[in-house]
């Protein structure tokens, strides 16, 4: 299949300029194409998985990714779909960021230089921190009518509460990025999410106006449940990528409890399965569908932790939700014994743990029947853990899907 079809067929694409050009380009021969991540922290979020997961497509199917990590852009910070001026980042905590990165991105691209299609990792850094003002807006600025950057749909929200000149130069600067990647690597595609779409637009408008040559933008729809609510949000907050942030358990369980509606789309945006079998497991209905979360859940936590790291984690589940007994792979907080004697109650522990967001979340919880310890329902909001059951390990269960285990310090 033409590598834009392969996109098409599995959900991913949302908006694109000259279809027939680029899908015949992609016939044509290899296409260089990019993707940029602000490094506003420390690690990729789910948010980020769908544009990565699209550029191991087109890289499998023969085209060569650049992975372009602002260094310099996220000085600056995107305004698309925000309401606030974004905290400026130092240029050490930038470069921290853009290292976290690159290290997650080779869990998904293929960076073997012997290939003709090498993932590329670049950093506008290298090129928007040294750049000389004057002669940007000589070359670049004056191509630009602020007319038609008013009317853009990332800054008509922000208007109404003020937008700095700051944030006003970033399409400027993104649309800069693609022109000189362009020049450096041949790049004729700029791909990413569709809240990018004003921006990407400019860029390869800017090519096209300046050079006279070829240039495309390609956007992939977000990653929304069915009903229009963004997915990747969590009691603990975003969904992340490292596992210090959100646990492979966390992880798998998110997806193993995805509505039914949305598992078909999952599977085709997140997992490598073949097209056949995406539709035969979104297929089913009532409790067979659990067979297609399971499925749902393992790929995706085999492709962001490996398959160790899946295997734990389905087992973990299995073993609490099938036969009701903790299991060596369960979330675990160790509790030492300084730690329990200076607090003991179970509320304060479930929001340590994240189970809840605070301790009086964790208390209306109780209150309202939906905790147990050990399999026994807790009715008490004051309830205590006691040595004597931290060294045998209590599993706390809140609700049918959060759970955590509390033991002892060894």
Known sequence: MNAYDILKERGFVAQVTYEDELRKAFDDGMVTFYTGFDPTADSLHIGHYIPVMAMAHLQRAGHRPIALMGGGTGMIGDPS???????????????????????QMANFLDFDESKPNCAIIANNADWLRTLNYIDFLRDVGALFSVNRMLAAECYKQRLERGLTFLEFNYMLMQSYDFLELNHRYGCTLQTGGDDQWSNMLSGADLIRRKDGTPAFALTFKLLLTHDGRKMGKTEKGALWL?????????????????????????????????????????????????????????????LIHGEEEATKAQNAAEALFGAGKPSSDAPTTVVSAAELAEESRLVAWMARAGM???????????????????????????????????????????????????????
Not at 81 to 100: F, M, P, Q, S
Not at 263 to 282: H, Q
């Open 81 to 103: 779909g925000k309401t606030d001026l974004r905290k400026v980042l130092t240029v050490e905590d930038i470069d921290h960021n853009v290292a976290c990165f690159k290290k």
């Open 242 to 302: 490292d596992p210090n942030k959100c646990p492979p358990y966390d992880f798998y369980q998110y997806w193993r409890n995805v509505d039914d509606a949305d598992v078909e789309k999952c599977l085709a945006l997140l997992t490598f399965l073949p097209m056949d079998e995406v539709r035969r497991l979104g297929a089913l209905k009532d409790s067979a569908i659990n067979e297609a979360k399971r499925v749902l859940a393992f790929e995706v936590t085999k």
């Open 356 to 410: 809840t967001k605070s301790n009086g979340e964790a208390r209306k919880a109780i209150q309202q029947g939906g905790v147990s310890v050990n399999d026994e329902k807790v009715t008490d909001p004051d309830f205590r853990f006691t040595a004597e059951m931290l060294a045998d390990g209590a599993l706390v269960r809140k609700g049918k899907k959060t759970f955590h285990k509390f033991v002892s310090e060894k």
